[in-house]
């Protein structure tokens, strides 16, 4: 089964992503998944269980980064990135 997850880390920085985005965009690259950065929110698409380990250990970074809120959505049956 594949994934997609969606996640928004605040709060949000003027002109590029804060330090507690870019832990948590570390976070999910580090796993080898790949994630398209966006202003609204960053998304990542993988086999389900990738994902879920990912998207936990991005949680865990941006809180630790200084994040104050993370905000996760995720969809079942989305098409990895190639």
Do not use: C, K, Y
Request: a negative charge; aromatic letters at 4%; hydrophobic letters at 45%.
């Amino acid at each position: 089964m594949d994934l997609a997850a969606e996640f928004l880390v605040e709060p949000f920085s003027e002109g590029s992503p804060g330090p507690h985005v870019q832990a948590a965009v570390r976070a999910v690259e580090s796993t080898g998944l790949v994630v398209d950065v966006g202003p609204f929110g960053n998304t990542t698409t993988g086999e389900a269980t990738m994902v879920l380990a990912a998207v936990s250990s991005a949680m865990a970074a941006a809180i630790n980064a200084g994040a104050t809120r993370v905000s996760l959505s995720l969809i079942r049956g989305e098409t990895p990135t190639p």
